[in-house]
């Protein structure tokens, strides 16, 4: 019973970390998000200004719950914005493959 449970948590381990890229060549993000699939939206919904680039102000007014940390986590460049491949290497990243948005 003791190795049937170490078996089952190591497959859910192994299931978690691939979710989130940690079987891949590069992790995608070391920060933990919670549910990934409460932030899979459209680029141009989250993006009000027009500009291609979602700033904390447009992420967290369509993501009211949303914490400065997940920002961070999808801001892959540290320019204070989420630009439209940094939002789907995320997608991608969790299995949110529609790129038409």
Do not use: I, Q
């Not at 190591?10 to 990934?36: F, I, Q, R, V």
């Not at 460049?77 to 493959?97: P, T």
């Amino acid at each position: 019973m003791k190795r049937l449970s170490v078996l089952v948590m190591a497959l859910m381990a192994l299931l978690w970390l691939t979710a989130c890229g940690g079987m891949s060549k590069k992790t995608y993000h070391d920060t933990p998000l919670g549910d990934p699939m409460k932030y899979a939206a459209h680029f141009g919904d989250m993006d009000t200004n027009g500009d291609e680039m979602v700033k904390w102000y447009e992420f967290k007014k369509y993501f009211p719950e949303a914490e400065p940390k997940v920002f961070m986590a999808l801001d892959l460049n540290d320019d204070a914005a989420v630009d439209h491949d940094e939002w789907h290497a995320f997608k991608e990243a969790h299995g949110m493959k529609d790129h038409h948005e």
